[in-house]
Nanobody, 114 residues
Framework: QVQLVESGGGLVQPGGSLRLSCAASGRMFSMGWYRQAPGTQRELVATFTGSGRTNYADSVKGRFTISRDNAKNTVYLQMNSLKPEDTAVYYC???????????WGQGTQVTVSS
């Protein structure tokens, strides 16, 4: 059973920064971050594919950076220049194998407000 443990959410003012962390219980084929604001569908924020490439939502390019520590099975999301529209619950996502189902973390709230 895959476990994903997230941390790092919180309240920040517009223009501020936060870093999210997601630690997996083992080595994953792919890992990344999604988010869901109230009344909206969950959307991709940033991911590492199985080949190690990164994908970013257009809305976060240039502001967010995804990185990882393979030794710790951990992926990070550095979020800079945060905007109120970044407010959402952020979920860690992982696949253990290319053909396996998605695993999700419990979610961490990010609120950008003055």
């Amino acid at each position: 059973q895959v476990q994903l443990v997230e941390s790092g959410g919180g309240l920040v003012q517009p223009g501020g920064s936060l870093r999210l962390s997601c630690a997996a219980s083992g080595r994953m084929f792919s890992m990344g971050w999604y988010r869901q604001a109230p009344g909206t569908q969950r959307e991709l924020v940033a991911t590492f594919t199985g080949s190690g490439r990164t994908n970013y939502a257009d809305s976060v390019k240039g502001r967010f950076t995804i990185s990882r520590d393979n030794a710790k099975n951990t992926v990070y999301l550095q979020m800079n220049s945060l905007k109120p529209e970044d407010t959402a619950v952020y979920y860690c996502n992982a696949k253990k194998y290319s053909w396996s189902s998605d695993y999700w973390g419990q979610g961490t709230q990010v609120t950008v407000s003055s």
